[in-house]
């Protein structure tokens, strides 16, 4: 089987097909693990196939199945059809470019987020998608990649840390999703920071491959921007909604997220106006040094081309020219030149020019 | 009859009166395609006049009916009274200049929206304005020219791939908005790519050529815009509206298109603000040579207008200068002049000129 | 009586005191034409008092009364007390300097619009007011000035064309508003072709007088602006009034009037992007000009101010320079200054400075 | 007692403590003025103490009482007792750089609005706050300063023109702020003239101190801005506001106003606009001077340094220098350098430059 | 136990865990003082646990409890526990860097708000964030550091003066907010006069550390405007509130604040435009400056590049160059150049170039 990877074989396809859009380059299979766990007890298993974790939820229990890479379009169809998800939201489960976005029905509800972090390699602010499904009793995540901020839950639950195990999973959904908003603060930070230290080196030396690493970082900025407003959207429908399985006490935490979005909203605007602000600094600092270069030649034209004039002046060959056989010809013209080379420079101080 | 094409000629004419006014050059005859499909039936053919095709229009089957070709005034009007639609509705539908818009009454939803593709001779990002009506049983699309992003679907009925034929007909509405706007999230990328090429030949040499460019990219930047902006709009309206023939099912799918279009309208913003990037780019990039020719200019002129001032010095004919006749006046002068120019050397370097 | 003109002289005036504030330089007695038609009839007069129309005005046939000339006060107040129009709206409809509004009581339906127009001699976009009032069984048009658009309604009412006569006097308000708006359009359209001209003018030769007649389009640019934003507002106004005397049928046709109107918004906000990019433009012109002259003055002073020094070298006249006697001097300082010259041509054609 | 004038002072100062903070430098007694009118009547008297206007509120009259002066802290304290005006709207009475604003309750309507005028010693717009009271059978006015636009509105009630006198205390009302409004237009315009001006100094030459006068009149602008925004809003409120000493008839009339507010604020926004327009063209100007300039100095360098080189040569001092001895040389050199002359003009007349 | 400082740290932490954020480096005990006041008494004392404070609350007396220090996490968890303040709100309260916001819920409304003051040491616009608590018959404040600008009103209980005393604790809560807001007017004020420095220094001579001071100073501004603009919004919500223990009175007060809100978010958005203003003014100056040295340059090297190239023209060794030989020669050249130079003179007066 060919591996679609270009959007633009998306066009005029049945509805539904499912297709993975994102960066990973092989086809690998789908890493699902399963955390069951209620007051008293706690079980973790990394399972096979999907069929395993439905005996595992039942009503006196919390269950929060965790599925890994979103290449595996095969499984990712059959937990679609075993849950009942309508197979467009599963098609945007696996588009990994997809907007975060929310969606509710009497059963489900599920939130498509990003994990935003710093890619060191590509020095590039990158994302991951994350779709939460929030069910009866049960926590579904798919995930792009290994790795995740997931694992201090983890570890919470399983040390029965932070009150999670006494709450149900509409509890574990505010948690998931407050920990990707929580990032968001980190990277936003960081960012500002890295504009900052691009600042002092534009002061330092306005070279062009700065100016080259400001749109570079612009980059980022929009980047963010792009994922940030729609997920303060998603978190405050998730407020609004009346989900049943979504409980008041659990709305009043996600009101605590929704504070945070508009902080990293604000926070990511302000990056905004920094980049704007950065390219003016660019443009001044390299007009300030043109201006140096600008100075430097007027002086030094315009002090010595007047004094060379009069060196021409006496290397005419005129044979009547009485100047050239007084004895104080030479040493008055000397002193002459001196005369104006002072006038200049007082000239230029009054002006300011160094 | 003489042909219409300029707008202006539609001042204080009877509302009503259908007038062509796009970039067709000839009139021609519109070209009528009649597509009969159910759960196990399929037919094609090509009619001459529209009046065959009502014998297929039955209500346990669908009906496409396709006319390409806007100039045949004389069929549209046919078309129109026998399907009872308003004569402003059909002045749209010849007017491919309109603006995408929804226009719903009890019998007929008619969508007027226009499909992008890019014209290699042009250089150009254009529209075809395609008009569909969704009726009982009925489908009628209007096109401009020849050739469209159709055909994929006339395939998935032909050989029954993909569901449509066990649908109703507002399922196949659905289908060819869906092949639109599919087409609009690859035009765009396609124009972000454009624009990132040309963001490299800026950076390469930034000849004014390129500035043009950017400025005929900015055309498509904004014809674009001008296209997404009410297709959103429409798109919102066909979801939100009651018609009798649209079932809730199919309203889910239209959902779907609507997140395309935030998609694509977020996109076609970002085109936007590349456009002015580039133009930015392109101004640094002209600025940063102006900067290297004055260095250039003002090293030469600096380092050699004093010592060429010496030259003139010694070039003076007064009859008394005694460095003149000493042994070591012309090697002491050379010697100084290397040390001058020794100097403005490291003080080029220290100002970080080269 | 003097003539008041300035706006200036409105201030702390009793309210309703009627005062033209237009460009008409002379006091011109009001033409009123009366034309009566119904579906079989048609009869045309010019008269000289008001009073005459008034019989003319029955239930049976359509009236339309047309004044020309806003300097009459007196002839408009005897029209505004036969009428029952209040004297704030009559000092409204002689205020040709009002924006576009509507009003709407029991009886009447006042829109106050504008009819643009490009004037050769001025160069310039200019504006009528144009002030129509719907009542039962009459449409009367107030005007600045003789000449209008609205000939070609009235050649379709006298020869029966376009289903005017078979319609009431609302219909007749839709076709002279609809008139209005066409030639919004044209204009419009012809403001955008004038300001091509002036890109290929500023392309070839960046001369400042075109900044100058840029400024002048930005003015004509604006006033469209000013005209067509209110303008949008009345036809949506009536498109939403329950006005008796306008059928829903002729709502309708509104309707596409205000599909005209976003249509010319849409085209008023391009131009006013054109002239933001005319100004860019402009300065990418001047300032490509301006690096031409500072590369030619940099490759004439950087080739020849070194060789003028060596040239002063040898100008100098101490007694002990050896090369000024050797046989090759001469053809050997010639042949080096060459040397240096082709030097710095490789250098600048690497640099691509031409 | 210490006269208060700093805003500063008011830092946690018990709500309601008065406070001009105004302009006027020291503290005079308020001016009173009473005026009683009805259909037949008029009076008109300066009065001392507050109390003497009392008795001649009636309800078969109306009265206008008129206070001049906000630093008379006392009598307006007792003015506010008697009326029974909350501390908190006399305080934003006598804090004379309070935003325009409308409170009502049910026996009081006060406005705060602004008048605007332009002082001709400061070269700039200022603005005075008025405060009109409308209560049952009386109107009362706060101003600042003595002289006001009011005077045209005193002499119509003085001789009975306009029919203020056969009407309530809210047709007063309406004239008095209609007035002001009034004002607002001519203000506006008169700025928009002086703007104008300014364009034409800088067409002419542009020096910096025209930059200064911009930025100068750049404050009449947004002072302006912000007196005409609140205004619109006041205006709006009192249309829609339901007190009952203010007619339906009356608010026809106060819609009136609403349309000449939508007028001033537009050409605010203008202003605005011609701002920027104005510091572009400044910037434009000086940069055509400053292209002036080095077309001038390349001509003549470009010009004179290759044939100051060609003299160099011939002033070289070798011994064998053939040309120098050849009859022809002098007069050889000269024809080639008048040739080069003559080639450079050719060259820079096809490059456009002068 | 470490001291948490970093928000960074908070990523995945459990919900509620009290984290301070902000300047404070070291640890403290909180301080508490606690006035107690009715109409006729006064009490005021500084406690050191909090259990002191709750024997003072009966309901026939007000009680303002003060708390300073928000690194005292134990102290604020107990004072918590003791009001029943959900974990998230005291969360919010330490948490120092959090934006302005309303809490209420049926027996509290927590006003978390922001102090702005002048750092004159760092020479920025610093703010301490302070949070008050209004419950039945206490109010309750946490600031950040010791020092506030509560001190006026503490006075005022103390010697009864404003009538606080007479009030409920929603007129305490209303007065510590006027207060905070009060002093927003003042740092904004104080803001556009060091803005309005600034700009006198650039005029006076345009240095690039300037541009640093302009930049620093829109960091004062920014941080201003994301302080006021949730402010504003705190104050509208406490306005519409319908919480039971703050009364219509307070709430006609809290309608003041309002105003004032809006002067402060207006007055911050002009030292806004002030910035951009600046920046403008700067790049004005420089390139005027620039403009200078142009044509000092230009001056210089065009009047004696000439007169050069003729001392250059009699400086060459020809044999035959008669001018040499005659006796009018040196004079007649001197004379020459002379007027060239005074040619110059007068063709750069003409061009207005000094
Ligand atoms: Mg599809
Ligand atoms: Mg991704
Ligand atoms: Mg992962
Ligand atoms: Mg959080
Ligand atoms: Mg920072
Ligand atoms: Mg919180
Ligand atoms: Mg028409
Ligand atoms: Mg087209
Ligand atoms: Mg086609
Ligand atoms: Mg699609
Ligand atoms: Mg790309
Ligand atoms: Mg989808
Ligand atoms: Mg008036
Ligand atoms: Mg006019
Ligand atoms: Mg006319
Ligand atoms: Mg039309
Ligand atoms: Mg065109
Ligand atoms: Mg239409
Ligand atoms: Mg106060
Ligand atoms: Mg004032
Ligand atoms: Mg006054
Ligand atoms: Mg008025
Ligand atoms: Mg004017
Ligand atoms: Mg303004
Ligand atoms: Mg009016
Ligand atoms: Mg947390
Ligand atoms: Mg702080
Ligand atoms: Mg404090
Ligand atoms: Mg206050
Ligand atoms: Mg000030
Ligand atoms: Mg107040």
New binding site residues.
């Given amino acids: 089987m060919k591996f679609i990877r270009k959007r633009d074989k998306k066009q005029s396809l049945p509805p539904g097909t499912l297709t993975y859009v994102g960066e990973e380059q092989q086809r690998k299979d789908a890493v699902i693990t399963v955390i069951n766990y209620g007051k008293n007890t706690y079980e973790e298993k990394t399972i096979e196939t999907i069929e395993e974790s439905y005996s595992a939820i039942t009503s006196d229990r919390q269950t929060w199945i965790n599925i890994t890479g979103l290449t595996d379009i095969k499984t990712i169809e059959k937990i679609g059809k075993e849950l009942e998800i309508h197979p467009l939201l599963l098609e945007d489960i696996v588009n990994s470019e997809h907007r975060p976005k929310l969606e509710v029905n009497e059963n489900h509800m599920l939130a498509i987020v990003k994990r935003l972090y710093y890619s060191e390699e590509e020095e590039e602010l990158q994302n991951e998608q994350i779709s939460i499904i929030l069910s009866k009793n049960v926590v579904i995540t798919f995930q792009e990649f290994a790795g995740d901020d997931f694992e201090t839950i983890r570890k919470q639950i399983r040390h029965s840390v932070g009150g999670i195990r006494a709450c149900g999973t509409d509890f574990l959904f505010y948690r998931l999703l407050?920990s990707v908003?929580?990032r968001y603060i980190i990277e936003v930070e960081e960012l500002e920071d890295r504009l900052e230290e691009l600042e002092e080196k534009i002061i330092d030396n306005p070279e062009q491959s700065l100016l080259h690493a400001i749109y570079q970082k612009k980059h980022d900025v929009v980047g963010c921007k792009k994922i940030v407003t729609p997920m303060k959207e998603v978190i405050s429908q998730i407020q609004k909604s009346d989900f049943p399985y979504l409980t008041e006490q659990t709305k009043f935490f996600i009101k605590?997220?929704q504070d945070?979005m508009i902080d990293v909203t604000e926070k990511a605007e302000t990056t905004r106006s920094m980049i704007t602000g950065l390219i003016e600094l660019y443009y001044s600092s390299v007009s300030y040094k043109m201006n140096e270069i600008m100075k430097v030649l007027t002086i030094v034209s315009t002090t010595f081309i007047p004094l060379t004039f009069i060196a021409g002046i006496y290397g005419m060959n005129f044979h009547r020219m009485p100047e050239l056989h007084s004895k104080w010809g030479y040493p008055a013209v000397m002193g002459g030149m001196v005369l104006i080379a002072i006038g200049m420079f007082i000239y230029f101080r009054k002006k300011k020019w160094f």
């Fill in positions: 407050d908003v929580d605590d997220i945070h």
